[in-house]
């Protein structure tokens, strides 16, 4: 251990009784909740946005001072012990008064050894120190959820100077505030976005020196719509780590487009099994299996590239329409509104070609104002991924300074 480090069993570091989980719901009973009122209820939602002003769940005084044992103060930390586990927060000063619920646990640390926000930065999903102990306490190998045995069996590691914590915490949340400030501006851009997205496929906002009547056009008429067929179907062996040509999937598509680092491969004669169905350049592709409608455009591609049977490769057969022009429409409500309707309120895990012969739509008259239309919003997918391949970076960063600051190896004394 490192001079001047500790590590020690989380119970020795909290208060007496500093640690208690929420009401169960023979205590906490849906009919006692409100819609609205004085009193709140706080669960895991509030602790994975770590935002305590959301929700809509409330108890009268009466039942708000029977569980008052799982009233929840600022400073307090909680951690969610469902759904994703192990999320923490730091209840802000500013809480409305309320409860937990049994989907949080609350720990108040003795200040005197280790500050909250310290062992904040300790069990950030950032970081691996606690996934770690919760992989090494599961039973059998599966974490169901924590519990309050399972949380009192939990070690911290810790410099046992309150000074030197707080020089960390410092240098950590200076990275936190950039990562929150990049994550900020990306929703911002992709707002912005989806709103230009929605009036420039639609054609109620026109570019300059465009006009001229918006055609309509049926997709699949003027499309080559292609998939692999059922006899063609890959067995699991014919996934491979390395081979001839990528295997597009339906897990492959990320943000608008494919994510080659994930693909599979096949090999060339799996590949060369159907041309109709070898990926180009500028190729449009939708999944058509599982969830249903996501779509990507192939802007860069390095090796040949086929499709499994999850996915549409999607062609202009004439003058009406250009791919990347398509991919905008295809990514906007239009075409989202057109699943909608397609379900009709039920869930559809698969899109047949005969479906897409339902698709009408207006697109504008000439290519040349598709294109300026596609480049308008291909220059801002750009400006999106450039912030947020600067967030991972930032977030690399703090992983580094992480297994640093947190372990010892480097010291801000």
């Known amino acids: 251990m490192v001079n001047g480090w500790v590590e020690r069993p989380i119970i020795e570091v909290l208060k007496p009784n500093g640690i208690k989980i929420g009401p169960f719901g023979s205590q906490l009973k849906k009919e006692m909740l409100l819609s609205d009122g004085?009193?709140?209820?706080?669960?895991?939602e509030n602790v994975y946005a770590r935002d305590f002003n959301i929700g809509d769940r409330y108890l009268t005084r009466e039942h708000f001072n029977r569980l008052n044992s799982c009233e929840i103060l600022p400073g307090d930390f909680v951690m969610s012990t469902m759904g994703t586990i192990g999320k923490c927060?730091?209840?802000?000063?500013?809480?409305?008064?309320?409860?937990?619920?049994?989907?949080?646990?609350?720990?108040?640390?003795?200040?005197?050894?280790?500050?909250?926000?310290?062992?904040l930065q300790l069990?950030?999903?950032?970081?691996?120190?606690?996934?770690?102990?919760?992989?090494?306490?599961?039973?059998?190998?599966?974490?169901?959820g924590l519990?309050?045995?399972i949380v009192s069996r939990l070690n911290v590691i810790y410099p046992e100077s309150i000074e030197e914590q707080g020089k960390i915490i410092k240098t950590l949340s200076e990275v936190d505030n950039l990562i929150s400030d990049q994550q900020k501006l990306i929703r911002k851009k992709k707002d912005i976005r989806q709103g230009t997205m929605q009036m420039l496929v639609t054609g109620k906002k026109r570019l300059d020196?465009?006009?001229?009547e918006w055609v309509k056009i049926n997709l699949s008429k003027n499309s080559k719509l292609k998939a692999r067929i059922g006899w063609q179907g890959l067995t699991t062996a014919e996934y491979l780590d390395e081979g001839y040509s990528y295997l597009i999937t339906g897990t492959d598509f990320k943000d608008g487009q494919i994510d080659w680092n994930g693909c599979h491969f096949v090999d060339y004669?799996?590949?060369?099994?159907?041309?109709?169905?070898?990926?180009?350049?500028?190729?449009?592709?939708?999944?058509?299996?599982?969830?249903?409608?996501?779509?990507?455009y192939v802007a860069d591609l390095t090796r040949p590239a086929t499709l499994n049977s999850g996915v549409f490769l999607v062609k202009p057969i004439t003058d009406a329409y250009t791919a990347h022009f398509m991919f905008y429409v295809l990514e906007s409500s239009v075409f989202k509104d057109f699943l909608q309707q397609l379900s009709a309120g039920s869930t559809i895990n698969h899109l047949y070609q005969k479906d897409l012969v339902k698709f009408d739509l207006y697109v504008p008259p000439t290519k040349e104002e598709q294109e300026a239309i596609a480049g308008i919003l291909f220059d801002i997918d750009s400006d999106i991924h450039r912030l947020e391949k600067k967030l991972s970076k930032y977030q690399k960063i703090?992983?580094?300074?992480?297994?640093?600051l947190l372990t010892g190896k480097v010291r801000l004394i």
């Open 89 to 119: 927060a730091i209840v802000p000063t500013t809480i409305q008064r309320g409860i937990m619920d049994s989907h949080l646990i609350r720990l108040r640390f003795d200040e005197k050894k280790v500050r909250s926000d310290y062992i």
């Open 209 to 212: 020196g465009f006009d001229g």
């Open 123 to 144: 069990f950030s999903d950032q970081f691996h120190y606690l996934s770690d102990q919760t992989s090494r306490l599961a039973v059998g190998g599966i974490m169901d």
């Open 38 to 44: 004085v009193y709140r209820v706080y669960g895991q």
């Open 269 to 296: 004669d799996r590949f060369a099994q159907d041309p109709n169905i070898q990926v180009s350049k500028g190729d449009l592709l939708l999944t058509k299996d599982g969830t249903i409608g996501k779509v990507a």
């Open 147 to 149: 519990s309050v045995g």
């Open 398 to 404: 703090k992983q580094g300074m992480m297994e640093e």
